[in-house]
């Protein structure tokens, strides 16, 4: 069963086709590399599935159900987290809060349960606690929780990135350039950790990455993108070994 | 391996220091009016202080923690005033405490309306565009309030009974403060503020954006429009004119200088700008250019970083005589 079904999206900005006739199946469990030079239009597909942007033709389906015109919120919601190509932390929250921001819509209580610190806000705030800190811990940023998010390096800035994706209970997740800035080491211990979610949570990754030895890594198909249409896809190796593909990143 | 160990989710001893905190600070005020060293002028400058935290504290909730910067606060506490005004004026047989009551509910219930009103299509807007729009309601409110006849127009609306005593406002502080803080430490605050960190990503972690920013502001609303009765019931007498863009001003300058997003800030600078001019009396003449410098000194060294390192030294030496300490885990 597929949890995200793509058909022929496509979207215009103005005279521009940014992206036509994109065709994408993600299963559950798998792991799909979105390729291509730059510009080619990955994020702006990333910005439709995530409904930032409105497709201007073209169906987006989540494990079944058409969303598309739903706002972002819902999206996410509806189970698709994402992450940014640029870190978009709530940089002056701690830790622990940008977490359970994301929790929003799992743990549930009103104005009023809030204002008069009824036992509910209480029992709810615990278990999100708790969950919170299970989720950091697959990064091992337990020890973090009550710093300011702005005062973790790079690295760890990228990981809280993917923890609070995970936190809103996501059934896809999308990462945008996971590995951007990271070393070898750092990138080598993405690889792991990515595949652990993976086969922890047992949802569907989608990732955007410029680090062919990440692609190589972990993806099991790959689709390339060159100036909004699919140039190739596949499994990784004959998508890699496609000579049109080799020459929209090389040139001829 | 070390256990890990949260903080709790609200500290017992620090909820019982700010309770002896509100009562001690009760009970200095009280002993000094039936000392007589409070007189009514005194009493005055303090019941002002009281409206202006509401105020403050209320606006914060936007400005500060929702990060929206917004110019027509003082629209909503006209609305509020007026329509407590109103209410008291005509249900005068309604016994006093109960009246005065309902007359502040009122009022807060209608600027809220108010604020619900202006705040579906201007949250579409984004920075200057908001603060536009938010200035523009808050003088078409004046300029209704000044062409109604039936709340006295231009003249001013008289007659209103004076029954704002400084524990009626003290009250209304305390609660406003108190809803403002639970509603910040709890899922609706920390999207609020989500929203002021980064609205796309807020909105892609599931956050509502557009609910959230029109519940900020209608709570904010509400509470001016408290304020507003409090205000009413203290002078007597309201005219659109006090109502005006400088109000809200006002309003704006004393939550940047406490700085947005912080409570104990924006008390302690709400006390300071509204005691300062008083204070500054003697001086004449120059008392509102003494009051323009200090603002601006304030505005020019609150990121010096000499300064900031002497606050760094105070939070620092208050860390270390704080009786509340969170103990190390070994």
Known sequence: MNVLKISNLGINFGGLRAVDNFNLEINEGELVGLIGPNGAGKTTVFNMLTGVYAPTDGTLQLGGVKYNGKTTYQIANMGIARTFQNIRLFKNCTVLDNVKVAMHDTYRYSVIDAVFRLPKYYRLEKQMNEKAIELLKIFSLEDYAESKASSLPYGKQRELEIVRALATNPKLLLLDEPAAGMNPNETKELMNTIKKVRDEFKIAILLIEHDMKLVKGICEKITVLNYGCVLAEGDVETVLSNKSVISAYLGD | ?330
Do not use: W
């Open chain 2, 1 to 330: 391996m070390k256990k890990f160990k949260l903080k709790k989710i609200d500290n017992k001893k620090k909820t019982f220091l700010y309770i002896f905190m509100i009562v001690v600070i009760y009970a200095i005020v009280m002993a000094l009016t039936s000392a007589g060293i409070i007189n009514r002028y005194y009493n005055g400058i303090l019941i002002t202080v009281c409206i202006n935290l509401i105020l403050v504290v209320s606006l914060n909730l936007t400005t500060g923690y929702l990060g929206q910067l917004t110019l027509g606060h003082a629209g909503f506490m006209a609305i509020g005033a007026y329509a407590a005004a109103y209410f008291s004026k005509t249900f005068m047989t309604i016994p006093q405490p109960f009246s005065f009551i309902i007359a502040l509910l009122i009022g807060g219930v209608m600027a809220m309306i108010a604020g619900l009103i202006i705040g579906v299509p201007a949250l579409r807007l984004k920075g200057d565009y908001l603060a536009i729009i938010t200035l523009g309601f808050g003088e078409v409110i004046k300029t209704i309030l000044l062409s109604m006849a039936i709340i006295g127009g231009a003249k001013g609306y008289i007659g209103i009974p004076r029954v704002t005593t400084f524990t009626s406002a003290y009250v209304f502080v305390i609660i406003t403060i108190v809803f403002v803080c639970l509603l910040i430490k709890s899922r609706h605050g920390r999207a609020i503020i989500s929203i002021s960190e980064d609205e796309i990503a807020s909105e892609a972690s599931g956050i509502n954006i557009v609910k959230y920013k029109i519940m900020a502001f209608a709570f904010a609303a509400f509470f001016a429009g408290i304020a507003g009765g409090i205000y009413a019931h203290y002078m007597g007498i309201i005219e659109p004119k006090t109502f005006g863009f400088n109000k809200s001003i006002e309003i704006l300058v004393m939550v940047v200088l406490g700085g947005m997003g912080s409570i104990n800030g924006a008390v302690i600078a709400t006390i300071a700008i509204t005691i300062l001019p008083e204070m500054l009396r003697s001086l004449s003449q120059y008392r509102t250019l003494m009051y323009a410098v200090t603002l601006i000194g304030v505005m020019l060294y609150k990121y010096d970083p000499r300064v900031q390192v002497l606050m760094c030294k105070a939070k620092m030496f208050c860390a270390k005589i704080n009786p509340f300490k969170r103990k190390e885990a070994k």
